[in-house]
């Protein structure tokens, strides 16, 4: 097959075409003209930490590597007798004495580490874990299932116990576990630190400074995972003053998770939390808005004012 000859005015505009092309590939595929991220950039951006978290970290609990003989551990499940070797029986609220450990191996021949416990319970019997762990995974290992450390109650108490803070929550319990409705964004004294569940390391029992009424929030340790650490449930500093141009009467509200008519949405939400789902709208004058809470709360508001509730 013979190919013809472009003519030099085709040339040049296929060797323009040519060029162009390779250009625009070079702007959007993203690879030869894309700046990267380097370490030093991601340096840059310093994440800060609050003091609420700092406090919130020092409630680590300490690795199993790091526990010494001796340590009082209370048992949160009656479930723990499915992680010892044995017919023992223990209720919430008994205490383990942590009693070291051993070595062994398994049917395959694999080292592993076997964590021992006391109890006065059982006077004389050494009992003994089935989590055994290999040798070269223990120092990982922060939490035994069913157990709190005693010592972390310890840390938290000389931390917290006569102590003021704000709380941030309305979700309070009684000192028995049971959920009631409460204040938020009071100062409220810290009264004692118990131990308490599997995934509440803690009940903090408190006093509201205003009126003196009594409370207790379920607070977590720091894990990785903690569902509600110290640093979600309380404040070291006022929080109204992140919102200073809201009312008295509406933050007397807020404080009681409640709602005025007139209140913003940034109220509205201060008060109950972000909605379950918005409705949104408008006609030729007005934008709605329709919060629906999942407890079957619903608001109406025009152009970003509550109208009703």
Avoid at 73 to 85: G, H
Avoid at 142 to 148: L, N, T, V, Y
Avoid at 174 to 190: H, L, N, Q, S, Y
Wanted: glycine share 8%.
């Amino acid at each position: 097959m013979t190919l013809k000859r472009l003519n030099p005015v085709k040339q040049t505009c296929m060797a323009s075409l040519l060029f162009m092309a390779v250009l625009l590939q070079g702007c959007f595929t993203g690879i030869e003209y894309t700046p990267k991220i380097t370490y030093k950039d991601v340096k840059k951006e310093k994440i800060r930490v609050t003091d609420e978290q700092r406090i919130a970290d020092s409630f680590t609990p300490d690795p199993i590597s790091g526990w010494h003989t001796g340590k009082k551990l209370y048992v949160t499940d009656p479930k723990i007798s499915l992680v010892l070797n044995g017919e023992y029986r223990f209720a919430k609220g008994d205490t383990l004495i942590y009693a070291g450990q051993k070595r062994g191996n398994t049917y395959y021949g694999e080292e592993r580490v076997i964590q021992l416990f006391r109890s006065t319970k059982y006077p004389g019997d050494t009992i003994e874990s089935t989590l055994a762990q290999p040798v070269d995974a223990v120092s990982g290992i922060s939490r035994f299932p069913f157990i709190i450390d005693m010592d972390l109650i310890a840390k938290m108490r000389s931390a917290l116990v006569g102590k003021t803070y704000y709380l941030t929550t309305s979700q309070w319990y009684t000192p028995e576990g049971d959920m009631r409705a409460g204040r938020k964004f009071v100062p409220v004294e810290i009264t004692a630190v118990n131990p308490w569940s599997e995934d509440y390391t803690a009940i903090v029992s408190f006093s509201d400074h205003s009126n003196g009424v009594t409370g207790c929030v379920l607070m977590s340790q720091n894990s990785g995972n903690s569902l509600r650490g110290f640093d979600t449930l309380f404040a070291i500093e006022n929080p109204r003053k992140r919102y200073p141009n809201v009312t008295d009467d509406n933050w007397t509200a807020i404080q009681n998770s409640s709602v005025n008519e007139g209140m913003t949405r940034q109220e509205v939400q201060a008060s109950l939390g972000a909605p379950s789902t918005i409705d949104r709208g408008h006609n030729q004058s007005n934008a709605y808005e329709r919060w629906i809470y999942s407890d079957g709360v619903s608001l109406v508001f025009i152009d970003g004012i509550l109208i009703s509730k």
